[in-house]
Each structure stands twice: as C-alpha cells, then as structure tokens.
C-alpha cells in the first residue's frame, strides 16, 4: 500500500510539504502543477514550486516528491517535462483534475476531459520525450459535466503511456461536494492495466475504510483531509499493517504550526504570511477544536509579531 499527499494549488506548496511529510506515513508528494503554457519555462520558475528538487527531488524528511505538469500543448509539455528531468524530477505526472474556473478558461485541467484523444497526444508525446527509467504518471477527475468519458479517458491515459493514475471521484461540475463516487475507481481499475488511486473525500480511518470496501483500491491520495488531520497518512498506514497509534495531539501539533510560520516568514511577503497560516488554520479546525480558537485570535491579526507570539514563539527573522 501507498499513501500519497495530493498536489493542491495554493495549498500544498513546498512549506506544508516539508511539515506534513515529516509526521510519516507518507510514501510520496505532488508538487503544484507548473503550468506550461506555449514556451519552455526557465528553471527558476521550476525551482520556485518544486524547490526539493536540488535535495534530490525529496522533502526534508526524505518523502519523494513528484513534478506535474499543467496544459495542453503536447510539442510543449514534452519538451518541459523532459527538461524537468534533467533538474531531477524522479516522476512525471500531468494534471487532467483542476477544476479551477481560471485554470479550465485557458484549456488547462479538468477541461481536457472533454478530448480523450488530446489526453492520449499529450501522454505519449510526453513519455517519448522522458527518459525510459522515469515514469510518466497522470490525475483525472471522473469527467466535466458528467461521467460519460471517464472509460475512455483512463484508457486514453494508458494507452498514451501513462504508468499510473490518479481518480479523483468527482467531476468537474462536482467540484469538491460530497460525496465522492468510489464505485468509478473501481470501474476504471476493471478496464486498465496500471495502478489506479484513489482520491477524494477521505478525512478519516473510517473514510478510508469505506472508500477501499467500495472500490478495492490499494493505493490512496490524500489531500485536505491530510491537512486537516496531519497525522491521518500514519493513522491509515498503522491500521494497514495491523497496529494503532495514538493519534496527534494540538501540543505535538503546536512545534508543527511553528515550524510552518516560521518557513512563511522566510518564503513568503509579511502581507502574505498570515494568510497562508489562517488557510491552514481553518482546515485544522475540522479536526482540532483548539484550532478554532486560535483562528478566532488571528481572524483580523496582519502584524507578524503579534502573529509570532499568539504561536508562542519568537519572531526570529522578517522577509
């Protein structure tokens, strides 16, 4: 079994990578998509979103993170994602998932589910331009409007040279509303001959469970319910082989949040840092009631220090 941490825009970037990876139970991470839009991207700009790449494309706890790649032009995918294998990107995966209105408007994401035999030129052009010991992976959603092509675009996938791929539940038009329908994985699995994982609406043990009683999937991919929980990757691995573990307390989580805030103050603008803490925060009270207290302290607060010693740390370095 793996446990993957999903690629989230704005979310998951390379500092909550770090933090969440070092709790365990994480098997391996996704950066945000770089989107590839009509030139090559210079390695900078590969640098900025996947910065573990000069570590041997690993988190600081050791976890491999994969580079994907957004768009829709197969001549200049392939030519950037050969290029992000030679800055070291273990795995090549391609994002047919977003849903964001913005990121569909430019024929990036979820939109390309509509054109099967895209997904199939972009895949193969892709895994020609790769090196052979490198694989080229993919995520989709179950379709845009509706489930009608989800068949045809995993085979497309595959046939294209896909080594594996990622189901997300839903559709486009589903967005992230509950529920997510596990029985397609399943679907999907019975039609091709790769791993198929699964994702979308796991946020406990439980959900976990139920997800593998209805689709069978070895493999799963967790996203908001992995940042609502930080602990839920080994809560899920533990009961895998048979043990239990006690789950994250808020004080072991408090070294965490200060850890994350401090890598904001060096990352990121005093005007963005509380923002991405507050993110964070609102997704931790889902799990932690103690979060939501201290969201309700930092709601309004801009000022980093203030923000530093509601943390209860000290305010080491600014931007």
């Not at 790649?69 to 030519?79: K, N, Q, R, V, Y």
């Not at 694989?135 to 989709?140: E, I, L, Q, S, Y």
Request: proline residues 6%.
């Amino acid at each position: 079994m793996q446990i993957a941490l999903a690629p989230m825009e704005g979310l998951v970037d390379d500092i909550l990578r770090d933090v969440l990876t070092r709790v365990g139970g994480i098997d391996w991470c996704v950066t945000e998509f770089i989107r590839v839009t009509d030139r090559l991207m210079p390695a900078s700009y590969f640098y900025k979103l996947a910065s573990e790449l000069p570590n041997g494309a690993r988190t600081a706890a050791g976890v491999p993170m994969h580079v994907q790649l957004l768009g829709s032009d197969p001549g200049c995918l392939a030519e950037n994602a050969a290029f992000a294998c030679e800055l070291g990107a273990p795995v090549l995966d391609l994002n047919f998932g977003c849903p964001a209105k913005t990121v569909n408007r430019s024929r990036g994401g979820a939109i390309l589910l509509r054109e099967p035999e895209l997904l199939h030129t972009i895949v193969n052009q892709v895994r020609r331009a790769v090196p052979v010991s490198i694989p080229v992976t993919a995520k989709m959603r179950l379709g845009y409007e509706n489930t009608d092509q989800a068949l045809d675009c995993a085979r497309a996938l595959v046939d294209g040279g896909a080594a594996r791929i990622v189901v997300h539940a839903r559709t486009k038009l589903d967005g992230y509303k509950p529920p997510a329908h596990w029985e397609w994985i399943a679907r999907i699995q019975e039609v091709v001959k790769v791993p198929v994982v699964a994702n979308g609406e796991i946020w406990s043990v439980e959900d976990w469970q139920r997800c593998k009683a209805v689709c069978g999937a070895k493999d799963i991919m967790l996203g908001r319910g992995l940042v609502a929980r930080p602990d839920l990757a080994r809560q899920i691995a533990a009961v895998a082989r048979g043990e239990v573990v006690e789950p994250l307390t808020w004080a072991e989580l408090q070294p965490m949040l200060r850890l994350f805030w401090a890598a904001c103050l060096v990352k990121l603008t005093p005007l963005q840092a509380p923002g991405r803490l507050k993110q964070w925060l609102a997704l931790l009270t889902k799990s932690y009631p103690e979060a939501t207290v201290m969201f309700d302290l930092l709601r309004r607060e801009t000022d980093c220090a203030r923000v530093g010693r509601l943390l209860g740390c000290e305010l080491q370095s600014t931007p």
